[in-house]
């Protein structure tokens, strides 16, 4: 079973930053995507951005040029991985709660993804 702990979520103003982290542990990340949904209020889940793991990135539109997914991965018994979510000129409309999700399939599957508990992003303007 995976398990995905996130940190670095909170209050910023338009134009600031934040760094989202995510821990996964629980299988061999060689043949996993980690990446971050988000969830704003009264809307549905939206894949953000999407970490392969040779570290290939997949980005929504609407945050290109201003996130960025990075990450590093440890193989063995206790393998893990770390994925990263760099917010730069955040945007009212970046507010949601953001997820740390993991999946064998690209684009990845809400309904049988492992998820973490989320983190609350608010931008104010």
């Known amino acids: 079973q995976v398990r995905l702990v996130e940190s670095g979520g909170g209050l910023v103003q338009a134009g600031s930053s934040l760094t989202l982290s995510c821990s996964a542990s629980?299988?061999?990340?060689?043949?996993?995507?980690v990446g971050w949904f988000r969830q704003a209020p009264g809307k549905g889940h939206e894949e953000v951005a999407t970490?392969?793991?040779?570290?290939?990135?997949?980005?929504?539109?609407?945050v290109k040029e201003r996130f960025t997914i990075s990450g590093n991965i440890i193989d063995g018994d206790n393998a893990k991985r770390t994925v990263y979510l760099q917010m730069n000129s955040l945007k009212p409309e970046d507010t949601a709660v953001y997820y740390c999700?993991?999946?064998?399939?690209?684009?990845?599957?809400?309904?049988?993804?492992?998820w973490g508990q989320g983190t609350q992003v608010t931008v104010s303007s």
């Open positions: 999700v993991a999946d064998t399939r690209f684009p990845m599957r809400p309904e049988v993804a492992s």
């Open positions: 629980g299988r061999p990340f060689s043949s996993y995507f």
């Open positions: 970490l392969r793991w040779d570290n290939t990135a997949y980005y929504t539109d609407s």
